[in-house]
């Protein structure tokens, strides 16, 4: 998000910058199956036609905030919501499937990009997709994916995901910066910016306890987050 997210333990973690919000972790489950149709700006990502509707779901403890607070915006005459602080460009319209459920705007458009739509090349969303809802969805997530962005990783697995979807010269050419975790495969990640840092030592050979141990003392000793991400580069990064 802006600044980054909170969990319930009082531990931050820095984010992207990307998104004009944080998330932070609540006691409160949000779960249920929905209907999410396309608004403008997703509709312009996807080049699928404004309101194709798809079935989802959503499960998650966490919430959108700002400043502190939820991010959510209320609409006083219906009691719904009515889109995100910060937002311009909501991602979907999203009914849950409950008795007296209304339609609201949901996610967010992020990042640039210079769509006709408006609203960037980032989506950002709790709905879980069901691919086969659709025959379409599937195939116009991966052509977006693949037009022309650059990507950072700040998970190992996501690094390899990268190098099989688009292949290892594919990934080598859209990949521009990694996780300190990332190493493989190698040839993709070499010589890739690193973005991540960790506040605690995770060197091979460290246990899983001792890396919690090593946390949670970090945690004592007032350090707010236990990753940081470079996010003054990121934009440079971005650019061709």
Do not use: N
Request: with cysteine; glycine share 16%.
């Amino acid at each position: 998000g802006a600044e980054g997210g909170a969990e319930g333990g009082g531990l931050e973690h820095a984010m992207c910058g990307v998104l004009p919000f944080d998330v932070s972790m609540t006691a409160r489950l949000t779960m249920g199956y929905c209907h999410a149709a396309l608004l403008p700006a997703a509709a312009s990502l996807l080049r699928l036609p404004e309101g194709s509707r798809f079935r989802a779901q959503q499960y998650h403890f966490s919430e959108a905030t700002a400043d502190g607070l939820p991010a959510v915006i209320v609409d006083a005459r219906t009691g719904g919501g009515a889109g995100l602080r910060g937002v311009e460009h909501p991602a979907f319209s999203v009914q849950m499937e409950a008795p007296g459920a209304l339609a609201a705007p949901e996610g967010a458009m992020a990042g640039g990009g210079g769509l006709d739509g408006g609203g960037g090349r980032t989506l950002a969303t709790y709905c879980h997709f069901h691919l086969g809802s659709d025959a379409r969805l599937a195939p116009a997530i991966v052509a977006a994916a693949r037009r022309g962005q650059r990507v950072v990783s700040l998970l190992p697995s996501a690094t390899e995901m990268v190098a099989a979807v688009l292949g290892e010269a594919g990934a080598a050419a859209r990949l521009v910066g990694v996780s300190e975790h990332c190493d493989w495969p190698a040839a993709v990640v070499a010589g890739k910016r690193v973005v991540t840092r960790s506040a605690v030592a995770t060197r091979a050979g460290r246990s899983g306890a001792e890396v919690d141990a090593a946390v949670s003392a970090a945690r004592e000793a007032g350090v707010g987050a236990a990753h940081t991400v470079d996010v003054a580069w990121l934009p440079a990064g971005r650019a061709p």
